[in-house]
Nanobody, 123 residues
Framework: QVQFVESGGGLVQPGGSLRLSCTAS????????MCWFRQAPGKERAAVSC????????FYADSVTGRFTISRDNAKATVYLQMNSLKPEDTAVYYC????????????????WGQGTQVTVSP
């Protein structure tokens, strides 16, 4: 059985920061690509940032480039998303996701998901 536990969401003012964590149990992350997806009300779930399992290549959506940083610690079976300079449009439920092998950006490519954590950016 595979389980992800997400933490770090919350309510912040515009310009603030949060760090999301996603920790896996039941398997190791060494051979898994990891992504953070987010879903705002009325919008489709879309990839925000991903990190590969092999060469540490990273992907950032244009909307978050320069503000968000993804990292992973395989020894802790954890992936992080550092979010700085948050904007109201970043408000969404954030999900971590994992798949064996190469990074893909579409939701159905991912086998394992966290439960989601709410990020709200509001004055």
């Amino acid at each position: 059985q595979v389980q992800f536990v997400e933490s770090g969401g919350g309510l912040v003012q515009p310009g603030g920061s949060l760090r999301l964590s996603c920790t896996a149990s039941g398997f190791t992350l060494d051979y898994y690509a990891m992504c953070w997806f987010r879903q705002a009300p009325g919008k489709e779930r879309a990839a925000v940032s991903c990190i590969s399992s092999s060469d540490d290549s990273t992907f950032y959506a244009d909307s978050v480039t320069g503000r968000f940083t993804i990292s992973r610690d395989n020894a802790k079976a954890t992936v992080y998303l550092q979010m700085n300079s948050l904007k109201p449009e970043d408000t969404a439920v954030y999900y971590c996701a994992a798949r064996p092998g190469a990074t893909v950006l579409y939701r159905t490519g991912y086998r394992y998901w966290g439960q989601g954590t709410q990020v709200t950016v509001s004055p």
